[in-house]
């Protein structure tokens, strides 16, 4: 799954793929985190999220509406956003970073569920580095060998590198399933198509 923390859409598509995991009990899945960068530009520190979401949709009114749509898809898969809570949109390159380190360090994915339902359910700041080492601490993880990872340069070239690669795919926009590494299908798509996707390239493997 190519995704960004910051992606209201992708926290759908995560659940909407376990959905279609459920309907596939039988299968055995290995599902990848790979990031993706929708706000490449922002800095480090982050952004005034009204301001930005004005700049990008162009008027408050335009911003409530479709802030309202995916407020409406999130609560088909129990997801109750709180984007009142969230006063800046942040640079998720960090917690990138630190989704990559909970996974080279033992901590299984739920550390991504952690970081949306903390960002889109509490508002943290989740681009900043002391928010992120107590989330990760929460998850089980060395706050103190977190703090040290995140202070350093370790992995920012894999997250950008990364996002290169997505680009390099086709893939513009998140969130977007990669089966077999070779079919590709984006947006928060409904579970019984994700579940046909996982036939297909079921299918497509055993014909190799």
């Known amino acids: 799954m190519i995704f960004d923390t910051v992606c209201p859409w992708c926290y759908i598509g995560k659940r909407r793929m376990e959905q279609a995991l459920a309907l596939r009990p039988h299968v055995d899945i290995d599902l990848v985190w790979r990031p993706f960068l929708l706000n490449r530009e922002i800095p480090a520190d982050g952004i005034d999220r009204t301001a930005y979401l004005i700049r990008k949709f162009g008027s408050e009114a335009r911003v409530r509406r479709i802030y309202g749509a995916i407020a409406q898809a999130g609560e088909s898969v129990d997801i109750e956003f709180a984007f009142d809570r969230i006063d800046r949109t942040p640079n998720s390159v960090d917690s990138h970073r630190l989704i990559r380190y909970a996974l080279l360090n033992g901590t299984n994915p739920r550390i991504v569920e952690t970081l949306f339902f903390e960002y889109f359910i509490e508002g943290l700041d989740i681009g900043r580095q002391d928010v992120l080492q107590e989330i990760g601490a929460r998850d089980g993880l060395d706050g103190d060998a977190i703090g040290a ?44 198509i994700l579940a046909r996707m996982i036939d297909a390239a079921i299918a497509t493997a055993d014909a190799a």
């Open 149 to 192: 990872y995140l202070n350093s340069e370790e992995d920012i070239d894999f997250v950008y590198d990364e996002n290169t690669r997505a680009h390099r795919m086709g893939v513009n926009g998140v969130p977007a399933f990669v089966f077999n590494k070779k079919m590709i299908i984006s947006g928060a798509q409904e579970p019984q």
